[in-house]
């Protein structure tokens, strides 16, 4: 089956624990005694239930004995060296550059009794630092941990096909045009042969950083139900439905209220999105192969949308309500084409769009708008994903076109370069951008908004070491002018080692 990653509710007043966590560890811990795996089923446990994609992990992970049975401790250590040049494209004011130095350990550990009872930990420590603090407008200096999935998993609940996890869940779809999050979540998922479904219901608990006391306000009180169902009705080929359900029920907030500008929260949105996906690929044999992917979604609900002005450092005041419905769709379809010859050379064509919304005055947004918790990275092909609509722009599939060119090659025994084109261009000029990494203002006059070029060089040829270095420009379009024909650049270095 393909792999899916797919939440608790939370109610007014105390808070309990849902129902579906204590049916989990009831039936977990009646199954536990019969449990009699040996560390060969606890390794294969393990695997299926925390291998993540491009995660880099020991294959033989220190181990200690705890009551007969394996405790299992590994880590990763991360550092990322980033940096994006800030200038003016449209309207935007300030010109800066961030270099940004981040490192962080992650800890984890996974402890089995069998299929009846899985238990895993996981936590970083983080440090986030920017090197230019001299010309950011917002430096950033900050240490922290950070909790990360932790959960219990009970698989053949029952003798029946069914999984059960409650925790802090990962949710990760294979393209994460979807999902790419840890939530606090319970989850069912139910695999018979060629068919997985999986529901699960979600919502922030309590925060996630150390140097935080309060859930981000994207997430806080927001409830949501995330459906996911496969079926593989032919070898290397698949179609998947997708379902999710936002309620945002975040207190009300009024014309004149004063908010901590850390706290704001623009939007209470209802929200729920509808979509289908199709994956596969062909093998030619001496003529190579060919994967393709198609996504199409939809979106409809409510929201209710907060204008804000800051009146000082800290705080802002809200100025306008506006409560508007919301329709809207995305597409996002392409094809890569590898050759069996020197290098493996691959070739990848695509082209996503999200409906924009022509009227924007008139209290219905026809813009599509995807779901919070996606992160759009696809590996076209290489050992490493990377951001499938560029890393400088890493913009929300709203109101905008994309159309992506790439060429890429295999490199020694596990490693790959890449060099990937987006042309950039509003669907709706009337309509803006959604949220994306750079701050631009369009003209409202032209469609063309610019193009921007990837190169993505990924080194995996150690079992615990990978390297990634990435190479990025810009160049604004007609739709930001005065700044039309402007360069942006950015790059990126990154350096996992496994323990």
Same mark, same amino acid.
């Given at each position: 089956?393909?792999?899916?990653?797919?939440?608790?509710?939370?109610?007014?007043?105390?808070?309990?624990?849902?129902?579906?966590?204590?049916?989990?560890?009831?039936?977990?811990?009646?199954?536990?005694?019969?449990?009699?795996?040996?560390?060969?089923?606890?390794?294969?446990?393990?695997?299926?239930?925390?291998?993540?994609?491009?995660?880099?992990?020991?294959?033989?992970?220190?181990?200690?004995?705890?009551?007969?049975?394996?405790?299992?401790?590994?880590?990763?250590f991360e550092t990322v060296l980033d940096y994006a040049d800030h200038i003016?494209?449209?309207?935007?004011?300030?010109?800066?550059?961030?270099?940004?130095?981040?490192?962080?350990?992650?800890?984890?550990?996974?402890?089995?009794?069998?299929?009846?009872?899985?238990?895993?930990?996981?936590?970083?420590?983080?440090?986030?630092?920017?090197?230019?603090?001299?010309?950011?407008?917002?430096?950033?200096?900050?240490?922290?941990?950070?909790?990360?999935?932790?959960?219990?998993?009970?698989?053949?609940?029952?003798?029946?096909?069914?999984?059960?996890?409650?925790?802090?869940?990962?949710?990760?779809?294979?393209?994460?045009?979807?999902?790419?999050?840890?939530?606090?979540?319970?989850?069912?998922?139910?695999?018979?042969?060629?068919?997985?479904?999986?529901?699960?219901?979600?919502?922030?608990?309590?925060?996630?950083?150390?140097?935080?006391?309060?859930?981000?306000?994207?997430?806080?009180?927001?409830?949501?139900?995330?459906?996911?169902?496969?079926?593989?009705?032919?070898?290397?080929?698949?179609?998947?439905?997708?379902?999710?359900?936002?309620?945002?029920?975040?207190?009300?907030?009024?014309?004149?209220?004063?908010?901590?500008?850390?706290?704001?929260?623009?939007?209470?949105?209802?929200?729920?999105?509808?979509?289908?996906?199709?994956?596969?690929?062909?093998?030619?044999?001496?003529?190579?192969?060919?994967?393709?992917?198609f996504d199409l979604a939809g979106v409809s609900g409510r929201d209710?949308?907060?204008?804000?002005?800051?009146?000082?450092?800290?705080?802002?005041?809200?100025?306008?309500?506006?409560?508007?419905?919301?329709?809207?769709?995305?597409?996002?379809?392409?094809?890569?084409?590898?050759?069996?010859?020197?290098?493996?050379?691959?070739?990848?064509?695509?082209? =996503?769009? @999200?409906? +924009? #919304?022509? /009227?924007?005055?008139?209290?219905? %947004?026809?813009?599509? *708008?995807?779901? !919070?918790?996606?992160?759009?990275?696809?590996?076209?092909?290489?050992?490493?994903?990377?951001?499938?609509?560029?890393?400088?722009?890493?913009?929300?599939?709203?109101?905008?076109?994309?159309?992506?060119?790439?060429?890429?090659?295999?490199?020694?025994?596990?490693?790959?370069?890449?060099?990937?084109?987006?042309?950039?261009?509003?669907?709706?000029? =009337?309509? @803006?951008? +959604? #949220?994306? /990494?750079?701050?631009?203002?369009? %003209?409202?006059?032209? *469609?063309?908004? !610019?193009?921007?070029?990837?190169?993505?060089?990924?080194?995996?040829?150690?079992?615990?070491?990978?390297?990634?270095?990435?190479?990025?420009?810009?160049?604004?379009?007609?739709?930001?002018?005065?700044?039309?024909?402007?360069?942006?650049?950015?790059?990126?270095?990154?350096?996992?080692?496994?323990?």
């Amino acid at each position: 089956m393909m792999e899916t990653a797919m939440g608790t509710g939370r109610s007014g007043g105390r808070r309990r624990p849902p129902a579906i966590l204590c049916t989990l560890l009831s039936l977990a811990l009646s199954g536990a005694v019969r449990a009699g795996e040996g560390d060969r089923e606890t390794q294969k446990l393990r695997e299926r239930l925390t291998e993540r994609e491009d995660e880099t992990r020991v294959e033989e992970p220190f181990s200690v004995d705890v009551l007969g049975r394996a405790l299992t401790l590994r880590g990763q250590f991360e550092t990322v060296l980033d940096y994006a040049d800030h200038i003016p494209l449209g309207a935007v004011p300030d010109h800066y550059g961030r270099l940004t130095f981040d490192a962080e350990v992650e800890l984890e550990a996974f402890y089995s009794f069998g299929r009846p009872l899985s238990i895993f930990v996981q936590a970083r420590l983080v440090m986030e630092e920017d090197l230019l603090d001299s010309s950011t407008p917002d430096p950033k200096s900050d240490y922290f941990a950070r909790r990360g999935e932790m959960w219990v998993a009970s698989e053949k609940v029952a003798g029946l096909p069914l999984t059960l996890e409650g925790g802090r869940l990962n949710f990760e779809d294979d393209r994460r045009w979807w999902w790419d999050e840890d939530l606090d979540a319970a989850r069912a998922t139910v695999d018979i042969g060629d068919f997985e479904l999986s529901l699960a219901v979600a919502e922030e608990l309590f925060t996630t950083r150390t140097d935080r006391g309060y859930v981000d306000p994207d997430y806080e009180n927001v409830l949501r139900i995330l459906f996911e169902g496969s079926w593989d009705f032919h070898e290397d080929h698949a179609v998947q439905l997708f379902g999710l359900y936002h309620d945002d029920h975040s207190g009300r907030h009024h014309v004149d209220d004063v908010v901590l500008l850390e706290r704001e929260d623009p939007s209470d949105a209802d929200l729920v999105w509808i979509g289908v996906r199709a994956t596969g690929a062909f093998d030619f044999g001496t003529y190579g192969g060919l994967a393709y992917w198609f996504d199409l979604a939809g979106v409809s609900g409510r929201d209710r949308v907060h204008a804000s002005e800051p009146i000082s450092h800290e705080e802002a005041v809200i100025e306008e309500i506006v409560k508007q419905k919301v329709i809207g769709w995305g597409f996002d379809v392409g094809v890569t084409y590898a050759l069996p010859v020197f290098l493996e050379p691959r070739l990848t064509l695509g082209y =996503a769009r @999200g409906s +924009g #919304d022509a /009227r924007p005055r008139d209290r219905v %947004d026809r813009g599509f *708008r995807q779901t !919070g918790i996606h992160a759009n990275e696809s590996a076209f092909g290489g050992v490493q994903s990377f951001k499938s609509y560029g890393r400088l722009l890493e913009p929300e599939l709203s109101n905008l076109g994309i159309l992506t060119a790439g060429i890429g090659c295999s490199l020694f025994d596990n490693s790959s370069l890449d060099l990937v084109f987006h042309d950039y261009r509003l669907a709706r000029t =009337a309509g @803006g951008l +959604g #949220d994306g /990494r750079l701050e631009l203002e369009t %003209d409202g006059r032209h *469609r063309e908004v !610019g193009q921007a070029f990837d190169l993505t060089l990924s080194i995996e040829e150690w079992t615990r070491v990978e390297f990634e270095v990435a190479l990025s420009v810009f160049r604004a379009g007609e739709a930001l002018r005065p700044d039309d024909g402007k360069w942006v650049v950015g790059g990126f270095v990154a350096v996992r080692i496994a323990f």
